[in-house]
């Protein structure tokens, strides 16, 4: 079989890693290696931030290896510093309670949990929130230099801010994490977004320094736009893999619409389709490229949300795009002929304010059925007597409507 290692380079997850050489042979000695990564349960729904490590260590179970995913149960109840510039909330324990079960639901989709390398998940909430804080400071809190902490990258936004006490702590307690899965169930490695990288070496560094084993860190990128942002925030804002929060038409539509010069990676990164398929699928770059864009789509919300709904999307996608509107996503919202088309706007979601909806139709980006809205305060009745129509923004955005 295949290295893990080599997969995981080939398709782009490997960002920062240490002791490589040796990681190499670990995974390519024929015993499954334990390995984690930590998912933060700020929400009941993962989101498109987090498919990347989900993918990362779906292909490393493909090669044998056991995954376990950490619910920051514990951890989460104080919030990780790492890329904020302010100080995350802080939620209850039925809060997280609540958000670990909805994680759950979701990561059956991606990992096998039967079998010798079957996966695992396990909540940090388990050995953090018993701790005793003595114990803990002479058994961990001796490994770790306050002057190096202070210069890791995590630390660094929050500093010009103020950074709290309850935030200085998180990185020991998910080193403590790395520890504890070591010691319980013989994990040696930790992998994560490029992001967390200061907090998965401590993780590493500790079980080196107090154990005297080996322990290894790989982070994978993010996923991110042309222009450096972070890719998966739409009107309604980010892109969630709940079908509550994010429909899957409107998920499909997102990867539908990115940008040509993500499609190849994007395909390597959130779909298993086979390297040399995606190079045959990328290698125009004219309009043929569509074909690809389509496929994406298709792959990567077959993945999170079933083939049932992946179909659903793709078919209500081409007919927006051709305008067969019994095929096209559709929205009911409360209204009648005097309603705006501004309040339609916001209704659907085509728009977050209706300050941002009349922007679109002074830019003349609007229409109902076949015609230009042209005024800020124009109603469907100007447009239609009808109760269904469509409503369309831009090129991309097609949906059906129903006043009741």
Not at 64 to 84: C, E, F, N, Q
Not at 126 to 153: C, H, P, Q
Request: with cysteine; hydrophobic share 40%.
């Amino acid at each position: 079989m295949k290295n893990a290692l080599d997969i995981l380079r080939e398709r782009g997850y490997v960002g920062q890693t240490v002791y490589e050489d040796d990681l190499y042979k670990l995974l390519g000695s024929g015993e499954s290696v334990p390995f984690y990564v930590g998912f933060d349960p700020t929400a009941d729904s993962l989101h498109i931030g987090h498919y990347i490590p989900i993918m990362a260590m779906a292909h490393m179970q493909r090669c044998g290896h056991k995954p376990i995913a950490l619910v920051g149960g514990g951890t989460g109840m104080i919030g990780d510093p790492s890329g904020r510039s302010d100080l995350r909330g802080m939620l209850t324990k039925e809060q997280v309670e609540h958000n670990v079960e909805g994680i759950k639901k979701q990561m059956g989709r991606f990992l096998s949990f039967e079998g010798e390398n079957g996966a695992l998940i396990v909540n940090n909430a388990d050995w953090l929130l018993d701790l005793n804080y003595i114990d803990f400071l002479r058994d961990v809190g001796v490994y770790f230099s306050v002057n190096k902490m202070l210069t890791a990258e995590c630390f660094k936004i929050r500093m010009e801010k103020g950074l709290t006490f309850l935030e200085f702590n998180y990185m020991l307690m998910q080193a403590y994490d790395f520890l504890m899965l070591n010691e319980k169930y013989g994990v040696r490695l930790e992998m994560g977004g490029n992001d967390q990288w200061s907090n998965i070496l401590a993780g590493a560094d500790l079980i080196r320094r107090k154990k005297r084993i080996d322990a290894f860190a790989v982070t994978c990128p993010l996923l991110l736009n042309s222009d450096g942002t972070k890719m998966g925030k739409t009107a309604k804002g980010a892109l969630w893999l709940s079908p509550e929060r994010t429909t899957p038409y409107e998920f499909y539509q997102y990867f539908r619409n990115v940008e040509d010069v993500k499609v190849e990676e994007c395909l390597r990164l959130l779909t298993f389709l086979e390297l040399d398929e995606i190079k045959e699928l990328t290698k125009y770059r004219d309009e043929r490229m569509n074909a690809a864009k389509e496929r994406l789509a298709y792959e990567v919300t077959k993945l999170v949300h079933g083939e049932e709904e992946a179909e659903k999307a793709r078919t209500q996608a081409r007919a927006a795009f051709g305008g067969n509107a019994d095929d096209m996503p559709s929205a009911e919202i409360a209204g009648d002929g005097a309603t705006t088309v501004v309040d339609v706007l916001v209704g659907v979601g085509a728009a977050k304010s209706k300050g941002e909806a009349r922007r679109l139709i002074e830019g003349g980006g609007v229409r109902i059925d076949d015609d230009k809205v042209a005024e800020v305060g124009a109603t469907v009745a100007d447009f239609t007597k009808k109760d269904s129509f469509v409503l369309h923004k831009g090129k991309k955005f097609h949906v059906k409507v129903t006043l009741k």
